[in-house]
């Protein structure tokens, strides 16, 4: 799942209450992708948590209304992928590697978040820079979830 959620705080319960109403019809998501969280890098965010996940947060860097964060179920191990690329100016992101027992069936799970900019530039600038970074990501693995 992912989702524009324009800050966590203040629906942090209505996910729960989404997770769980899907939870009892035997349905749940391995990971849940959020962004625009508004939360800081230095930030408690022990009240958030979802039962059966664990977070992976990146707090916000390119404006008040950025920040990701990633709810992986318990079940996998992962890495979080930092080494990518440095910060940009107009977007963010957070790339996590689930591990397998195969390299080649690693999963890359990515989270970005770019600045609502319109100009023909800006867009130019982002798709340079983020197709850099899939180069770069295709020597870890070959399965990718963008959102």
Known sequence: ???????????INQIRLYIESLKQQNFSFDAVR?????LGKDEDISSL??????????GKSVSAHGGLLIYLKHQYQYTELTDIST??????YLFIKIRTT???????????????RDTKDHYNRFLQEFTGIFQKLEYESKNLIIS
């Open 1 to 11: 799942m992912s989702l524009n959620c324009q800050s966590l705080r203040p629906k």
């Open 34 to 38: 959020l962004q625009e969280t508004w």
């Open 49 to 58: 948590t979802l039962q059966d996940y664990e977070m992976i947060h990146k």
């Open 87 to 92: 910060n940009f100016s107009d977007w963010e």
């Open 102 to 116: 195969k390299r080649e069936n690693n999963l890359i799970i990515d989270n970005v978040y770019r600045l609502p």
